[in-house]
């Protein structure tokens, strides 16, 4: 028989926490989807080994909402025994993989942005917050420096390259807004120092992201019209496909161990 959800106490700093662990997640579990289909050997290893380095994360931010919280709950029903509702990661990560060009822009506007996230929560008052962002820092550097050299690849490449690249640019950009949202609990965290108030990254991030855009000969939207959502639990429909095929052994067998 199939298991119920779990209930949640989001307390701010217990849903702070699973923002974060829940972008981790989604994006892996996207990442974990090209495993056997990338164009390539030493692409299907990197997108593999990415999708690893943000599992990492996501079991690291579960565990500490679970201490946080103080009840029965643990990284494995966080991740498997939730509702689509309870999931606030940003709209752009659940977003389809599609083909490559939208894959590894997906990945050069959140790393571009993660990068800089975690290397000021490297400050954070909360010295488990501040230890997971040590580690992830090094690793969103990684994956920065890699999908950027995939944009610039693509759109100084051929003119198939060049106009699957600014499409999927095209696509994804009103989706990046929500990574610079900041609602009243957060900001109750960031003026704590224990969070950061990621209106202080749009800047440098929007300087990294056009540098690299310009250099791949592409061109960034005009529009500044922007999806929101995810934060608070409002997903697109791609999420709960996403969620039925990461849960369905959890759920259909519950407990059940290897």
């Given at each position: 028989?199939?298991?119920?959800?779990?209930?949640?106490?989001?307390?701010?700093?217990?849903?702070?926490?699973?923002?974060?662990?829940?972008?981790?997640?989604?994006?892996?579990?996207?990442?974990?989807?090209?495993?056997?289909?990338?164009?390539?050997?030493?692409?299907?290893?990197?997108?593999?080994n990415m999708g690893l380095d943000l599992l990492g994360q996501a079991r690291e931010l579960y565990s500490y909402a679970a201490r946080v919280e103080g009840k029965?709950?643990?990284?494995?029903?966080?991740?498997?025994?939730?509702?689509?509702?309870?999931?606030?990661?940003?709209?752009?990560?659940?977003?389809?993989?599609?083909?490559?060009?939208?894959?590894?822009?997906?990945?050069?506007?959140?790393a571009a942005f993660a990068d800089l996230y975690w290397r000021a929560m490297m400050r954070s008052s909360d010295p488990t917050l501040a230890a997971?962002?040590?580690?992830?820092?090094?690793?969103?550097?990684?994956?920065?420096?890699?999908?950027?050299?995939?944009?610039?690849?693509?759109?100084?490449?051929?003119?198939?390259?060049?106009?699957?690249?600014?499409?999927?640019?095209?696509?994804?950009?009103?989706?990046?807004?929500?990574?610079?949202?900041?609602?009243?609990?957060?900001?109750?965290?960031?003026?704590?120092?224990?969070?950061?108030?990621?209106?202080?990254?749009?800047?440098?991030?929007?300087?990294?992201?056009?540098?690299?855009?310009?250099?791949?000969?592409?061109?960034?939207?005009?529009?500044?019209?922007?999806?929101?959502?995810?934060?608070?639990?409002?997903?697109?429909?791609?999420?709960?496909?996403?969620?039925?095929?990461?849960?369905?052994?959890?759920?259909?067998?519950?407990?059940?161990?290897?």
């Amino acid at each position: 028989m199939a298991t119920a959800s779990i209930s949640v106490s989001e307390t701010p700093l217990v849903l702070y926490t699973l923002r974060r662990a829940d972008d981790a997640l989604i994006l892996g579990h996207r990442l974990s989807e090209w495993c056997g289909h990338a164009p390539m050997l030493e692409e299907d290893m990197a997108l593999a080994n990415m999708g690893l380095d943000l599992l990492g994360q996501a079991r690291e931010l579960y565990s500490y909402a679970a201490r946080v919280e103080g009840k029965d709950n643990d990284e494995d029903k966080f991740a498997y025994l939730r509702d689509v509702r309870q999931y606030r990661n940003l709209l752009l990560l659940e977003q389809p993989n599609g083909e490559f060009a939208l894959t590894m822009v997906r990945q050069f506007f959140y790393a571009a942005f993660a990068d800089l996230y975690w290397r000021a929560m490297m400050r954070s008052s909360d010295p488990t917050l501040a230890a997971i962002a040590a580690k992830s820092e090094k690793e969103m550097a990684y994956h920065l420096r890699h999908s950027s050299e995939w944009i610039v690849r693509l759109g100084d490449g051929t003119g198939e390259s060049r106009a699957r690249a600014q499409t999927a640019i095209d696509d994804l950009w009103a989706y990046t807004g929500e990574m610079f949202f900041l609602d009243d609990n957060e900001r109750a965290l960031a003026d704590a120092g224990i969070a950061v108030d990621p209106a202080t990254l749009c800047a440098p991030w929007l300087k990294t992201v056009t540098d690299v855009v310009n250099e791949a000969t592409l061109a960034l939207p005009n529009s500044s019209w922007m999806q929101q959502g995810g934060r608070s639990g409002r997903h697109s429909e791609h999420l709960g496909h996403l969620l039925s095929e990461l849960q369905s052994m959890p759920r259909t067998f519950p407990g059940a161990t290897w």
